[in-house]
Each structure stands twice: as structure tokens, then as C-alpha cells.
């Protein structure tokens, strides 16, 4: 079975434009979550998504928005890009919404970087 | 808001011998679940292992291990018999039971020396 896909794999983008990223889950997952890590730090937490509904958010600022689509991939959005949001931006799919001892399953991440 | 501190930024073993990373945590929760995930310099992170809160005994995968203390919040890695295999960065993770959001420590590195 195919794991988490994410693409692209590589984006360079400059300041203020808008980016779009894209997540496929694994078959049967119905959540899929985006993290943001920066070189050097751990993941931080941005969304959440199961069954099309948006189920956490973490603390980032209004220019980041996400959607999951019928078919359970997601996309995330980034307006007005700065250069601090140059990072690996992780897709991770689990199978349901709920926290806990469920494991999230993660994708190889998309490299964005902002000149 | 929960918090997760790994201070071994970096952490080196010999091939055979034995290693642990350390992590400790900050919650007001009760019920909780926390992980160790490898993310080799491919990127992909993978589970490595995980605990319940409320479960006494301590975690075991194979050449994995964890001791977890949970008055003292410290939930540490224990890799025996290192691999060249097991070089990557190794982070914590913290995840509510309610929620499903991860929080993760910044992570340690780990070199094995051949």
C-alpha cells in the first residue's frame, strides 16, 4: 500500500505570494493533519482534518487555511508568504479523528523555501 | 499548554552499544499517550514506539525500550545493541487523549559510530 504522498516535494516562492501544498493519506485514513518544522526544531502542529471538517488548530496566524476533500487528501494554503515560513511542512494521515493512542502516519514533507 | 523538552541536542553511541535519549513533558492531564519517532535524514518520520499514561508498565519494540515515569514526567528511549541503522533524529512527541494534535520536543540527533 502507498504511504502518505505529498507534493510538490521542493517549492521556492518569494515574499507575499501565495503557495498551495497537497497531501494524499494513506487508503482508508479519513484524517490528515499539517505540521510546520523549521530546520532545527521539532514539528509544530498547524491543522487537523477529519471527515472535511477541521477538528484542531494550532497557533499560526490567519494566512494559513486548509481544506480535506471528498476523497480525504487535503490541501494546505499559505497567503502572503514571509520569509519565516521557509520550513518542511508535513502531511501526517491517521484513520480516525480522535486523539490519542491512534498513530499518525507521516508523509516524506514538501521543502518550501521564501526568497 | 503542554510542552515537550528534549536536552540532548545531540547524542552519539558505538555500533553495539547501548544509548538513551532523554525527554520530559509538562501537562495537567491525566490521561495521555507519548511517542519516540525516527526521522532519518530522508525525512520521513516513523514511529518508533509509544506508551499509555495510565499503563505502569513500560513500553518494548524489539532493540526499543522506554522508562517512563510519570510523577516525574520523563519518558526516556532506550536503544540497545545501536545499529548503524538507528542514526537519525529522534523526536519526543506528546498527544493528548482528547485531542489529536501531536506536540513534539525539538528533537535529538543521534550519530552511531562504526
Known amino acids: 500500500d502507498a504511504g502518505v504522498t505529498q507534493s510538490p516535494t521542493h517549492l521556492i516562492k518569494t515574499r507575499g505570494q501565495q503557495v498551495t501544498l497537497r497531501c494524499s493519506p494513506i487508503s482508508g485514513h479519513k484524517s490528515v493533519s499539517w505540521y510546520q518544522q523549521v530546520l532545527g526544531q521539532g514539528p509544530q502542529f498547524i491543522f487537523q482534518y477529519y471527515e472535511k471538517e477541521e477538528r484542531g488548530r494550532g497557533n499560526f496566524p490567519d494566512r494559513f487555511s486548509a481544506r480535506q476533500f471528498p476523497n480525504y487528501s487535503s490541501e494546505l494554503n499559505v497567503n502572503a508568504l514571509l520569509l519565516g515560513d521557509s520550513a518542511l511542512y508535513l502531511c501526517a494521515s491517521s484513520l480516525g479523528g480522535t486523539g490519542g493512542w491512534e498513530t499518525q502516519y507521516f508523509g516524506p514533507g514538501t521543502r518550501l523555501l521564501v526568497l | 499548554a503542554q510542552t515537550v523538552t528534549q536536552s540532548q541536542p545531540e547524542m552519539s553511541v558505538q555500533e553495539a552499544e547501548t544509548v538513551t535519549l532523554s525527554c520530559t513533558y509538562d501537562t495537567s492531564e491525566s490521561d495521555y499517550y507519548l511517542f519516540w519517532y525516527k526521522q532519518p535524514p530522508s525525512r520521513q518520520m516513523i514511529l518508533v514506539i509509544r506508551?499509555?499514561?495510565?499503563?505502569?508498565q513500560n513500553a518494548t519494540e524489539n532493540r526499543f525500550s522506554v522508562n517512563f515515569q510519570k510523577a516525574a514526567k520523563s519518558f526516556s528511549l532506550k536503544i540497545s545493541d545501536s545499529q548503524l541503522g538507528d542514526a537519525a533524529m529522534y523526536f519526543c512527541?506528546?498527544?493528548?487523549?482528547?485531542?489529536?494534535?501531536?506536540?513534539f520536543g525539538t528533537g535529538t540527533s543521534l550519530t552511531v559510530i562504526p
Open positions: 512527541a506528546y498527544r493528548s487523549a482528547v485531542l489529536g494534535q501531536f506536540y
Open positions: 506508551q499509555e499514561a495510565y499503563k505502569q
